[in-house]
């Protein structure tokens, strides 16, 4: 019986020690995080993406890497709507997140957030160049023209970038992602990768010839209404015109 009891209580012993090494190890992961900047509605893909992201006033270290922007999380949507493209403050704890299309990423899940005052600018003699990458994160594109070439109305491809360094869109047929490299005007997109269902001849081949085209991409201009890409290979650049924000075509 002392032999059973005491069996026991080291079984009963292991289990708590292991119990607190897991809290213990919980607590040590959950990093709080503060952060300033403009909050940005983005397009969430299938579902995946919160839907919401921080342009930070200054890029912060997280995972060891540079980073210009944060994806954010919080139930408190209608708070998130009221505070849209004003700068804030917000507070919460990092975690990471894999989704198919958006791959690993890491999310700020907010436990504050608030209106905040800026209390930097950048200088008047700034190059544009330096801030339009970060113009592009959220935006959606419809492609107009394909390097000279018409495009099929019905089946228009499209370009998004729903958070810094990541690329998606519809290439015609299929859903394509993958990663994208801004530094001033020049950018890079891929390798890309996509879903594989099977539409009509002319989809395919409109679908290929952007896919190859965007993967050869080396630099880019925008404004408000247009986007051009210019392509390896392509006399003329890829045109894009702005996709309509889905908050304001909403009744």
Same mark, same amino acid.
């Given at each position: 019986?002392?032999?059973?009891?005491?069996?026991?209580?080291?079984?009963?012993?292991?289990?708590?020690?292991?119990?607190?090494?897991l809290?213990?190890?919980?607590?040590?992961?959950?990093?709080?995080?503060?952060?300033?900047?403009?909050?940005?509605?983005?397009?969430?893909?299938?579902?995946?993406?919160?839907?919401?992201t921080?342009?930070l006033?200054?890029?912060?270290?997280?995972?060891?890497?540079?980073?210009?922007?944060?994806?954010?999380?919080?139930?408190?949507?209608?708070?998130?709507?009221?505070?849209?493209?004003?700068?804030?403050?917000?507070?919460?704890?990092?975690?990471?997140?894999?989704?198919?299309?958006?791959?690993e990423?890491?999310?700020?899940?907010? @436990?504050?957030?608030?209106?905040?005052?800026?209390?930097?600018?950048?200088?008047?003699?700034?190059?544009?160049?330096?801030?339009?990458?970060?113009?592009?994160?959220?935006?959606?594109?419809l492609?107009?023209?394909?390097?000279?070439?018409?495009v099929?109305?019905?089946?228009?491809?499209?370009?998004?970038?729903?958070?810094?360094?990541?690329?998606?869109?519809?290439? @015609?047929?299929?859903?394509?992602?993958?990663?994208?490299?801004? @530094?001033?005007n020049?950018?890079?997109?891929?390798?890309?990768?996509?879903?594989?269902?099977?539409?009509?001849?002319?989809?395919?081949?409109?679908?290929?010839?952007?896919?190859?085209?965007?993967?050869?991409?080396?630099?880019?201009?925008?404004?408000?209404?247009?986007?051009?890409?210019?392509?390896?290979?392509?006399?003329?650049?890829?045109?894009?015109?702005?996709?309509?924000?889905? @908050?304001?075509?909403?009744p």
């Amino acid at each position: 019986m002392r032999i059973a009891r005491l069996c026991t209580g080291l079984i009963l012993g292991m289990l708590c020690l292991g119990t607190l090494c897991l809290c213990l190890s919980a607590e040590m992961s959950a990093q709080e995080m503060t952060v300033t900047g403009q909050l940005t509605r983005v397009m969430a893909i299938g579902g995946e993406s919160t839907g919401w992201t921080i342009q930070l006033d200054s890029e912060a270290t997280i995972d060891g890497k540079q980073v210009p922007s944060i994806e954010v999380d919080s139930r408190k949507t209608k708070k998130l709507e009221k505070l849209e493209n004003k700068h804030v403050e917000a507070t919460g704890l990092l975690s990471h997140r894999h989704g198919v299309e958006t791959g690993e990423r890491t999310i700020l899940a907010l @436990s504050s957030i608030k209106e905040a005052q800026v209390t930097a600018q950048a200088p008047a003699n700034q190059a544009p160049a330096q801030t339009a990458p970060v113009s592009l994160v959220g935006s959606e594109w419809l492609l107009e023209d394909l390097g000279g070439q018409g495009v099929i109305d019905t089946i228009q491809p499209t370009l998004t970038f729903p958070e810094a360094g990541r690329v998606a869109g519809n290439g @015609s047929c299929n859903r394509f992602f993958g990663p994208a490299e801004m @530094s001033g005007n020049t950018i890079k997109l891929g390798p890309l990768a996509s879903s594989r269902m099977a539409c009509p001849e002319a989809a395919m081949n409109q679908e290929k010839k952007y896919l190859d085209a965007l993967q050869t991409a080396e630099r880019f201009e925008q404004n408000d209404a247009d986007l051009l890409i210019y392509c390896k290979g392509f006399e003329k650049p890829l045109r894009f015109t702005r996709k309509p924000n889905r @908050s304001s075509t909403a009744p």
